[in-house]
């Protein structure tokens, strides 16, 4: 009796989503961010947590302005300028002045939703920060949080999932990878910027 083979369906590969392809083309700059933006004292020092806050508000403050120019309420990630202006006050610490811009030459929905992505995902990282600074600090020495507490961009993050769980066509890929670079290059940018000199504190 003859043997059918079964089909080898090893290299069968099922559509990649957006989201996928957004973090396998931002991975790098990604890891260098995380490295850039976060305290190194382990959140005890609270310069550092002042340093940290400053970057994101300055980062923050022009892209929200871009967003609410250009963007779709559905696509306009909710501001945390305001929440890190509030943890800078109780800190004691200045509100920065704006010296950065920013704007996104492709303002169609692929790159908006790139920019989007990058801001919504931040969420993840400040609830793993604020876990961080819970363990590392004693309850009444933990410093005031009310950017890394917030739920309204994990919210948001959760709106915009659909829209990144599923396959787009190759040159909206591209777009919305170019504009997510371009969130990531301007954080980094700004850290660059406000990172204390050597020898300094």
Not at 8 to 31: C, F, K, M, V, Y
Not at 193 to 198: D, F
């Amino acid at each position: 009796m003859k043997t059918t083979l079964a089909p080898d369906r090893s290299e069968e590969r099922l559509p990649r989503t957006l989201r996928l392809q957004l973090r396998e083309a931002t991975a790098a700059l990604h890891d260098r961010l995380d490295t850039a933006m976060r305290p190194p004292e382990d959140w005890r020092s609270r310069g550092d947590y002042i340093r940290f806050l400053t970057a994101q508000y300055e980062a923050r403050v022009p892209i929200e302005e871009w967003f609410g120019k250009v963007a779709p309420a559905a696509l306009t990630p909710p501001e945390q300028s305001p929440l890190l202006a509030q943890d800078l006050e109780a800190l004691g610490a200045e509100i920065p002045v704006q010296r950065f811009e920013f704007a996104l030459a492709d303002q169609g929905t692929p790159g908006l939703i790139g920019a989007a992505w990058v801001l919504a995902g931040s969420s993840l990282g400040n609830r793993a920060m604020l876990h961080d600074m819970r363990r590392a600090l004693p309850d009444n020495d933990r410093w005031p949080a009310a950017f890394l507490g917030d739920t309204a961009m994990t919210e948001f993050w959760q709106a915009l999932r659909p829209r990144i769980e599923e396959p787009c066509a190759f040159q909206d890929e591209e777009i919305a990878a170019r504009a997510a670079a371009c969130i990531f290059d301007h954080f980094l940018t700004v850290a660059r910027m406000t990172r204390p000199k050597v020898g300094t504190r």
